[in-house]
């Protein structure tokens, strides 16, 4: 040790008082001396390397001097064993192992060797050297996982790995984060050697952190535990479901987990049951629109559409819809896949196709329980589409979706299923398009300064004229501490409502129905999907960029 503090004292512009301080506290707890300098800030971990060489006489290893370096052939076990002790087993031949150690000091290490009966050859490293080493070794490690099927060992090992502290901290701070952000989901998915963190936020995706690669594993198996998935199962998607109370909130977490070239991919979408008001207020649609909904939803047979892609808030307007429907006087009865938010006072069933009941089968049956409105959670095949017009015609208010892009396009949709057409006009009350955009932040957005281009480029004059607003109002987004500096709060609904009277009726469903339905609806001054947008810009609610985005 004498020798380790004179060449300290020569290499190190150490101060008197500092190794003085250091050896006391040696004496004291023990320790070794350098590790006790690093630890004061006196050494870097860097300096340990060059250290370690002069007082032991080894090599300084040189990783320019490995550039077509690859795993030695030996069990992966040996390789994450010496990685544990920051050691590099670079080169495996019938005589000896060539290794870089981190520090060649260790004892634990000294004794794995000398328990593997051979001969080793050691060069000093520093940590950065040997990482990208590492990372290759890991990577290796985390592919036989994942492409194999799991020994005992190595299953035990990865429900080792999912509930350390580190593991088990990192996953809660990433779902509090995603919540407290307004998040819907969160999507963590290997790309490019990288183990990202993305938030989807009003609808768009936000990536908020990179995970170390080593993590992926032990978050994903953790996830996998937890919503009561197969760990040793990476072949072929799963789903699962966490129930879970953060800040005295109760969450539900659908988890899914779908395969990638490189790993798996997890998504998690966040269902805080107390959050959802299902008011037609909170929706944001237009007044005239919400007055012809109103009138719709008073009737007692027909069906009611929603359109759109998925993710366009489809499910939280019927839920609304139902909302204002539901009281002590009328049964309700909802097929869903699944039921994500429960309704009280509203029957709601699950499907589950693989025992056979689908929405087909589930509409049959509850039709028999005597239902005065009944919700079909997606229209996706002929016999769920005729049941469920049938159903209208047979004293019951049906609402379903279908994907498609605009309402005119659900007449053609049904049609291609199979519907015949005196069935569409005897049943139908109205469809409705919808997309969500997202609301501008009302802490910051201001008035932009360029309205007269505006005006001149998009029909907002027009708009404006036919919804009778005198006042427009055009904002832009800026971004503040209210709504993580994106300019946007919450989302808003943009609709486009076609209702199915006499005219519709009469027109031929035929591949002219299309534009003849968009001239009738003009006719009447109701809007497409971008001009109601449009409306909500003039109305300083959204921007033109988030219109052009969703309906464009």
């Not at 996953?171 to 050697?193: Q, V, Y």
């Not at 993305?198 to 990179?210: A, K, M, N, Q, S």
């Not at 932009?448 to 987004?477: F, R």
Request: charged letters at 25%.
């Amino acid at each position: 040790m004498i020798a380790l503090v004179q060449l300290l004292e020569e290499r190190f512009d150490i101060s008197v008082t500092d190794m003085e301080k250091a050896k006391a506290y040696q004496n004291r707890y023990d320790g070794r001396l350098e590790q006790i300098l690093v630890n004061m800030g006196c050494l870097t971990e860097d300096d340990l390397a060059p250290l370690y060489s002069q007082l032991l006489s080894y090599p300084l290893f040189n990783a320019d001097n490995w550039p077509n370096w690859q795993l030695p052939t030996v069990d992966i076990s040996i390789l994450l064993k010496l990685k544990s002790y920051d050691c590099l087993l670079l080169k495996v031949s019938s005589e000896s192992w060539t290794i870089a150690a981190k520090d060649p000091l260790n004892i634990d290490l000294i004794q794995y060797l000398q328990n593997q009966n051979v001969e080793f050859d050691i060069s000093v490293a520093s940590e950065s050297q040997l990482q990208v080493f590492f990372y290759e070794i890991q990577s290796q490690s985390d592919i036989n996982i994942e492409n194999e099927e799991l020994t005992g060992d190595e299953e035990a090992r990865l429900r080792e790995l999912a509930s350390e502290a580190p593991t088990v901290n990192l996953l809660n701070s990433l779902i509090t984060k995603a919540l407290a952000r307004g998040a819907s989901d969160m999507h963590l998915e290997p790309h490019i050697g990288r183990f990202r963190v993305r938030y989807r936020i009003d609808g768009v995706l936000h990536e908020v952190e990179t995970l170390a690669p080593k993590m992926r594993l032990p978050i994903t198996t953790r996830l996998k535990i937890l919503s009561g998935m197969d760990i040793a199962e990476k072949r072929r998607p799963q789903d699962g479901k966490i129930e879970m109370r953060i800040a005295n909130q109760e969450l539900d977490i659908r988890v899914s987990a779908l395969p990638l070239n490189d790993g798996e991919s997890i998504v998690l979408r966040f269902l805080l049951k107390e959050s959802i008001k299902y008011d037609m207020s909170i929706l944001g649609l237009s007044q005239d629109t919400q007055t012809l909904i109103q009138q719709d939803l008073k009737k007692t047979t027909g069906v009611i559409l929603l359109t759109g892609p998925t993710g366009s808030g489809k499910t939280t307007t019927l839920y609304t819809f139902l909302n204002e429907l539901n009281n002590p006087d009328v049964k309700i009865i909802t097929l869903e896949d699944p039921v994500e938010y429960q309704l009280d006072g509203v029957n709601q069933v699950q499907v589950n196709p693989d025992i056979g009941f689908d929405f087909a089968a589930g509409i049959r049956s509850i039709v028999r329980q005597d239902p005065d409105i009944i919700m079909v959670g997606e229209i996706r095949d002929a016999e769920t589409a005729r049941i469920a017009l049938q159903s209208a015609l047979t004293g019951h208010l049906v609402f379903s979706t279908v994907h498609t892009n605009d309402a005119a396009s659900a007449y053609t949709r049904l049609l291609d299923l199979g519907v015949d057409e005196f069935l569409l006009n005897a049943a139908l009350v109205s469809v409705v398009a919808q997309r969500l955009a997202r609301r501008l932040c009302e802490k910051c957005a201001t008035p932009v300064s360029h309205t007269e281009e505006l005006m001149s480029k998009y029909p907002l004059q027009k708009v404006a004229d036919n919804a009778g607003i005198q006042d427009i109002t055009i904002k832009e987004a800026v971004g503040c501490e209210h709504c993580n500096h994106s300019g946007y709060k919450g989302r808003i609904a943009i609709n486009e409502y076609l209702r199915c009277d006499d005219a519709i009726k009469e027109i031929p469903k035929n591949d002219q129905f299309i534009n003849k339905a968009k001239a009738h609806n003009h006719q009447l001054k109701r809007r497409d999907l971008l001009e109601d947008g449009l409306y909500k810009v003039i109305t300083g609610v959204t921007t033109i960029e988030e219109v052009l985005r969703v309906a464009g």
